[in-house]
């Protein structure tokens, strides 16, 4: 764990650059500094180091993840210690036992660079995993006083497309709707806009069924949807609200017998900079060097 450690560090500072560093740590309006690394150099630098310093069980990992998150003099190491929690040769520890892991890097980091791709690529696939015990943990979140925790709660799901647990997906969207805070409309926006690839529809209506959503969740919700969309008529489209009894529900399961008319096509696509997964960081931010910032950055 040490080797890998300090192999990290020191690979890292070998690609310093000061004059990027400082535009990045500005961008990233970050008081920890940077050494200026592009995300692509800093993956490269992360997988070469991952496979020659292979880590022999799970309590190792978690370790090596820590150290490198709470003992980073440079932004960029707490980036390798999140590429670390997502290296494949280590996916099989993903596990529900994993969210505590993930709950201390969203409230110690605090900032979306981190908490996004925690909540889209950590927290949202050891849901669809086990949905029995992660549920439970992000219906707290979505009324916990942690913005980030709020925030992962909203844009967990932004991957899960006809997997989207709509009950949970209501509670943590409902459950910010009036909050003032720019990155929890911005994020209520985002989880919206992504569902509607899904199912235009069920958006559309969401939206127009909760007027205390602000200017900001609503435009970006509908963003891609135009305004000729046909989602039928009221009783033909699936409401947005709870599903009756307290059953959970996919979005499959919202759909059966009330197909939406425009599904498929209405949606339209989402910017890079709003694709999980893919550059979403922006030019400068650890994901993506090379994409535009993301709006959440360029206020």
């Known amino acids: ?47 070469r180091l991952f496979q020659e310093h292979p ?51 969203i409230v110690t980091g605090a900032w979306w660079d981190f908490v996004d791709e925690i909540a889209v690529q950590r927290i949202g696939p050891i849901l669809r995993a086990d949905p029995a015990s ?9 009324g916990d006083e942690d913005r980030w925790k709020r925030r992962t709660a909203v844009i967990c799901q932004l991957t899960s497309a006809e997997a989207t647990d709509l009950d949970l997906l209501v509670h943590a969207v ?26 235009p529809g069920w958006v559309r209506s969401f939206v127009a069924e909760h007027p205390e959503l602000s200017a900001l969740s609503r435009r970006e919700a509908l963003k891609h949807l135009g305004d ?15 599903a009756p009894g307290g059953t959970p529900r996919t979005a499959a399961s919202a759909r ?7 599904r498929g096509g209405g949606a339209g696509s989402t910017s890079p900079t709003d694709e ?19 709006p959440e950055a360029r206020r």
Do not use: N
């Open 228 to 242: 000729g969309g046909d989602t039928g008529s009221p009783d033909s489209r699936p409401r947005a609200g709870p």
């Open 1 to 47: 764990m040490r080797e890998l450690v300090r192999a990290v560090r020191a690979g890292l500072a070998e690609l310093t650059d000061p004059v990027r560093a400082e535009r990045m740590r500005r961008y990233m309006k970050s008081a920890m500094p940077f050494r200026g690394v592009p995300a692509p150099e800093r993956r490269r630098l992360a997988r």
């Open 55 to 105: 880590l022999s069980d799970v309590d190792e990992w978690l370790r090596a993840v820590r150290e490198l998150w709470h003992g980073a003099a440079f932004r960029e190491e707490r980036y390798v210690a999140v590429d670390l929690t997502g290296h494949r040769a280590y996916a099989g520890w993903q596990t529900a036992e994993l969210v505590p892991l993930y709950e201390e890097l």
């Open 276 to 294: 999980p997964g893919k550059d979403h960081a922006g030019r400068l931010g650890p994901h993506g060097a090379g994409a535009r910032a993301p």
């Open 134 to 142: 992660v549920t439970p943990v992000l219906r707290r979140w979505a």
């Open 256 to 262: 059966a017998g009330h197909p939406t008319r425009d």
């Open 174 to 199: 409902t459950a910010s709707a009036r909050d003032p805070d720019f990155f929890l409309r911005k994020g209520i926006g985002w989880a919206l806009r992504q569902y509607a690839r899904t199912d």
